[in-house]
């Protein structure tokens, strides 16, 4: 950690001491940034910026959101600041190329995490997995790896990663969607033993969860995909339980309006109500604790986990049913298939985990994006 402190120390003092700041992107991670930014750090941007402006709205939070084409910093001692999926990186350095536009911080998943754990901290909301770890590792490990089996959920149809990356031993790849084709990208794969494989187009990831909620007893159990895991230290992963640890999770974002809203984003608003009629039907007590959970303004995206196998054994028991009787119900009269269970996985595991907050030891790690 002490280099990405280093280089995020390093960026907040270079936004401070610009004379204009503009936020690249204008989705769920630029204002997060932008939250983070004015609340911790005093520091608030000139606009957001969009490569299409047709696409964005008009302004977040009284702040306008103007297309690249527009940028005219008053100065040399501006800084651009791109808050975006870092897989759209590399084209908006290009065009703020083609603008002349120079000055520019890329915000990657160390500086993201960075400033957000410290807008977490000063909030007294998330606590951070690096704050809640023991030092010092539990005797009764020894040497010996913990008992810890986090899978990497993969498709055939994935494309290829730019970049070379070490992937810790403890994460496992596995093939998701194997039922759905000859092809075999790895040698675990979601189609053996007690599975859902053949629903993964809609399920997405999901069926990886699966398999390893029926087929597996690791002492801590977790899900990643492979764009996206969670950072954790050989000593965090070696003290998750000695930390009393029930679950990890990547930091949550910070939606504009409300959680429902973001939701509405990528499932239809018919996909939603049916969840929610569901949700009241078969689990009333988590219905009543979404109507609050759904007007706050935080979101665990990408079904992302590292748990103790009954925290990770109970969250698939709760939702899987759900997810089944929303897909029954849906597909009598559904035209097009979309992941969309695999969204509605999302809300669910932002609800079960933010229900159960005070109930378990949930803590955050930085969630780190593979390009």
């Not at 949700?279 to 590292?306: F, G, V």
Request: net charge negative.
């Amino acid at each position: 950690m002490g280099d990405l402190i280093k280089n995020a120390v390093q960026n907040i003092d270079r936004l401070k001491q610009a004379s204009e700041i503009y936020i690249y992107g204008a989705g769920i991670i630029a204002y997060g940034i932008y939250k983070a930014l004015a609340e911790v750090y005093g520091i608030w941007p000139e606009s957001f910026v969009v490569t299409d402006k047709d696409t964005a709205v008009k302004d977040i939070e009284r702040i306008p959101v103007i297309s690249a084409g527009e940028l005219k910093p008053s100065d040399d001692k501006y800084v651009i600041l791109i808050s975006t999926p870092e897989v759209y990186h590399a084209d908006i350095i290009n065009t703020l190329r083609e603008l002349s536009i120079k000055n520019h911080i890329c915000v990657d998943s160390e500086t993201e995490y960075f400033i957000m754990s410290e807008y977490y901290r000063k909030t007294g909301r998330f606590p951070l997995l690096q704050d809640a770890i023991h030092n010092e590792r539990d005797p009764a490990y020894g040497v010996q790896e913990p008992d810890v089996g986090v899978y990497m959920a993969k498709c055939h149809v994935d494309p290829p990663l730019k970049g070379n990356y070490h992937i810790p031993s403890w994460i496992r790849p596995i093939q998701a969607g194997a039922s759905l084709t000859d092809a075999r990208i790895s040698e675990i794969s979601d189609n053996t033993g007690e599975n859902i494989s053949t629903k993964n187009r809609n399920y997405s990831e999901l069926t990886a969860t699966y398999w390893v909620w029926k087929n597996t007893d690791h002492k801590y159990k977790g899900i990643c995909h492979y764009r996206r895991l969670l950072v954790l230290t050989d000593d965090e992963i070696k003290n998750l339980e000695a930390s009393g640890i029930d679950a990890v999770l990547p930091l949550p974002f910070v939606c504009m309006n409300d959680t429902s809203e973001q939701f509405l984003r990528y499932i239809s608003p018919d996909d939603y109500n049916l969840t929610m009629s569901v949700l009241k039907r078969i689990s009333p007590e988590y219905y009543e604790a979404a109507q609050s959970i759904y007007r706050d303004k935080y979101i665990y995206n990408y079904n992302m986990l590292i748990a103790r196998q009954k925290v990770f054994d109970d969250y698939c028991s709760w939702m899987f049913p759900l997810l089944f009787e929303i897909e029954k119900i849906s597909e009598q009269n559904r035209k097009r298939n979309d992941r969309y269970i695999g969204y509605i996985g999302e809300i669910l595991t932002s609800l079960y985990f933010l229900y159960n907050k005070n109930n378990m030891k949930i803590v955050h790690a930085m969630k780190k994006w593979l390009v």
